[in-house]
């Protein structure tokens, strides 16, 4: 850590060093784009992955934290907190989206939700509010009377242009930029599509049957959930990431829990991890399987659906009887899990396993030999390595161009550095190749389930914790892999028994973000092949 | 009059009462006896066959996808026609929060489904905004914006319980009055009246 630590402090001298669970450097405002230049180019720095951008309001003043990845230097991370200039009114800070491509999109989160203006930044708009909501809702002061931004149901005002704020003698000055061209033939897709997986809008501009550019118009699920979780203690606070990314709720669930157990200081017992290891590892074959049945579908192979639906409801009766619910489990809690298993369970994942190779063989047998959807699917949304990286595109979409990003292996956690599994790997990064990395997650996950399922350690599976958990002050930083990427959880606690911010930072944002970017010059057909190979969740990137 | 499903005896319904107040309704205004039979058929046919818009926006919408897969299997029911096209559809099943952002979107399916169309909340979010009730960004229910004919509580319900619904939904169908009574047209015209939208005409 110490060559980083100069290394910053002689390309800045100003910089501040705060040694949390992540290195933390504030540096002025000033200072701070050439600071970000120098951190994702310099080869010894080497910052490439920008895992998320904290929007914070601190009262006294407002910034963000920018929390970030060396892929090429084992996976180091960083935090830099970079405090807003300007007035309360209007706040803003240097833009960084010609450093991460991912930023663009970030910085128009933080400025929906704070009102922070980033500079230069080419497209910033709102991004899950209307242009005309009343004020930045994430702000502390911000003002929840409902009659400011009553419910109507009135079509929302729309606008073809977009704002870009420049820096003139210090002073801000906003230009009107067009979205699109009064030239551009533009198509609207959603946001009630079949297609989109839920309630996305594509705004599309097409040469004919190709596509020029797409405008990505999400928050048509936008339910607040950073800033409810502001009012709610810690336990409360959980469900809330079940109904996030729903197939994932083990793994985030888990994740927040880790989260809230390590800034308490709370150890949790070993059949607790083990138990959470394997309802993760059971979500993600569930989660897998879904995707095969619903990508199929848009793709036009409806059959599909019924095939891998079987397994992922034997995994759904699994989890039922121990959990009690099909989806949405609210199963790990602070301290280890809700209740103990249910006698059945070894059997029914030993039943499950047993199935499994029979199964996969058959999803090949149907569908990936299938020459149609080969067609459909070979060379179809090409991304790099690096656009991976610069986008943020992690998961198994990420891994199919080559990224290693299994945060299950480069930063592994709980007792995964114990357990004997592949990372999936693809280097061709089209649709076919996130497809077949889906795949072979399953068959990975299912080997994961086979070393543990008979070696269950006997124990308590939830340890003792405090009726009323409080957290210290300070801010803690996790990052858990979901079934669909990384999934990056901030909490900022004052103290109390309530969180001061919590940001959770999913792996669908980037993924609906990159869309644009791949789709570039393929066929409007495409698009539907290009999203359902993604597979993002849209109640995950909205929350 | 017994209004129930082949499937399904009588006393094992949950809640009678409604329905038979329906009955009760319809009985007292009496009715000829070509117009009654021409209504049995009508509805006869309607109940039987209930086509459902593919809306979702979260999780409720995934438990939808089950219900159409082979373990539940609503083709048994009829149900399995589920349309992308609201004007192709006969039902709206509410699967997920609707959110301000939403609403407009929403309110324009409802309308672009034919006549009669009916509604199912399902879930809790589409009830009162569920878990997302205090959020700054979510409708607290969906009864403020179209009617509602069934409600279906649950986090997400279950299948089972999605089944239950829509039979409920096909019984009330099975005593509705197409001539002469009260028609879905007029109860939606007098819903419009009583929620007035600033600048549109009724």
Same mark, same amino acid.
């Given at each position: ?18 040694? #949390? ?52 230097? /084992? ?5 830099? =907190? ?88 210090? =002073? ?16 609207? $897709? ?28 999400? /928050? &048509?699920?936008?339910? /607040? ?95 039922? =009887? ?32 047993? $199935? ?6 058959? &999803? ?35 891994? #199919? ?11 592994? &956690? ?49 340890? =003792? ?58 066929? $409007? ?19 | ?102 609403? +407009? ?9 034919? %006549? ?14 569920? +878990? ?24 997400? +319900? ?17 005593? %509705? ?8 047209? %007029?109860?939606?015209? %007098? ?12």
């Amino acid at each position: 850590m110490a060559t980083i630590q100069d290394k910053i402090a002689a390309l800045c001298p100003e910089a501040q060093f705060e040694q #949390a669970d992540v290195l933390q450097v504030t540096v002025p405002e000033a200072k701070w784009h050439d600071l970000a230049v120098a951190l994702r180019h310099d080869a010894d720095l080497a910052f490439d992955y920008l895992i998320t951008i904290v929007g914070m309001d601190w009262q006294e003043s407002m910034g963000c934290i920018y929390y970030m990845m060396s892929t090429s230097r /084992g996976n180091e991370t960083l935090a830099v =907190k970079v405090i807003a200039a300007g007035t309360r009114k209007s706040p803003y800070l240097p833009s960084v989206f010609d450093v991460w491509a991912v930023a663009t999109l970030y910085e128009r989160e933080v400025y929906d939700f704070f009102g922070i203006i980033f500079v230069n930044n080419p497209d910033m708009r709102r991004l899950f509010l209307s242009i005309d909501w009343v004020g930045y809702p994430l702000r502390k002061d911000y003002d929840t009377d409902p009659k400011l931004n009553p419910i109507s149901t009135e079509s929302e005002r729309q606008s073809d242009f977009t704002d870009t704020w420049t820096l003139e003698k210090g =002073k801000l000055v906003k230009n009107e930029v067009r979205v699109f061209q009064p030239e551009d033939f533009v198509v609207n $897709i959603g946001p009630q599509h079949p297609s989109t997986h839920g309630v996305l809008r594509f705004r599309t501009c097409i040469d004919g049957e190709t596509i020029k550019k797409i405008d990505v118009y999400m /928050g &048509y699920i936008h339910r /607040g959930i950073e800033k409810l979780m502001e009012g709610l203690t810690y336990p409360q606070c959980l469900p809330f990431l079940d109904r996030m990314d729903y197939f994932s709720a083990q793994n985030y669930h888990s994740g927040m829990c880790r989260l809230v157990e390590r800034a308490a200081g709370i150890k949790i017992s070993r059949r607790a991890e083990v138990i959470r290891v394997m309802m993760d590892e059971l979500s993600r074959i569930a989660s897998h399987c879904l995707f095969m049945g619903t990508f199929c579908m848009d793709l036009g192979a409806t059959s599909m659906l019924f095939y891998t639906l079987r397994v992922r409801e034997q995994i759904l009766d699994i989890m039922e =009887k121990t959990c009690g619910a099909r989806m949405t489990f609210n199963y790990p809690c602070i301290g280890g899990v809700m209740q103990d298993l249910h006698p059945d369970f070894q059997k029914d994942v030993k039943a499950l396993l047993e $199935i499994i190779p029979a199964n996969i063989k058959e &999803y090949q047998k149907l569908f990936t030999g299938n020459v149609i959807a080969k067609e459909r699917m070979v060379g179809v949304g090409l991304l790099s390595k690096e656009d991976a990286i610069s986008y943020g595109v992690t998961g198994p979409s990420g891994r #199919a161009s080559g990224w290693s990003c299994d945060l299950r292996k480069i930063r592994p &956690y709980s007792i995964y550095p114990e357990l004997d599994f592949e990372e999936v790997l693809a280097t061709e990064g089209d649709s076919m190749a996130r497809f077949n990395v889906r795949l072979h997650e399953i068959e990975q996950s299912a080997k994961i389930l086979e070393q543990l399922v008979d070696n269950i350690p006997e124990g308590e599976y939830c340890v =003792k914790v405090p009726k009323v958990i409080k957290l210290p002050a300070g801010h803690w930083f996790e990052m858990t892999e979901g079934c669909r990427g990384v999934l990056g959880i901030y909490l900022e606690s004052d103290g109390g028994t309530t969180p001061y911010r919590v940001k959770l930072a999913p792996p669908c944002l980037p993924l609906a973000g990159v869309v644009d970017h791949i789709t570039e010059g393929m066929k $409007i057909a495409d698009l539907i092949t290009i999203g359902g190979s993604l597979d993002y969740i849209i109640p995950d990137m909205d929350r | 009059m017994e209004v129930t499903t082949k499937s399904m005896p009588y006393d094992a319904w949950k809640d009678n009462e409604y329905i038979e107040k329906l009955v009760k309704e319809l009985q007292d205004n009496g009715t000829n006896v070509i117009v009654g039979s021409l209504d049995k058929l009508i509805n006869w046919g309607r109940s039987n066959s209930l086509w459902p818009l593919t809306f979702a926006t979260s999780c409720c919408g995934i438990e939808f996808v089950s219900l159409g897969a082979a373990r539940f299997d609503m083709a048994r029911f009829g149900w399995e026609v589920a349309r992308s096209s609201p004007r192709q559809a006969d039902f709206m099943m509410v699967a997920g929060t609707i959110v301000n952002r939403m609403v +407009p979107v929403f309110r324009r399916l409802y309308d672009q489904l034919a %006549e009669p169309k009916y509604v199912i909340a399902c879930g809790s979010c589409a009830i009162s905004g569920g +878990p997302f009730l205090k959020s700054y960004h979510v409708a607290k229910g969906i009864a403020d914006i179209v009617p509602v004919d069934v409600y279906l509580p649950g986090c997400p +319900p279950r299948p089972e319980a999605m089944i239950y619904a829509i039979m409920q939904l096909s019984r009330k169908i099975k005593v %509705e009055r197409f001539f002469g009574g009260v028609n879905r047209q %007029e109860k939606q015209q %007098e819903f419009l009246r009583e929620h007035p939208v600033a600048g549109v005409n009724d």
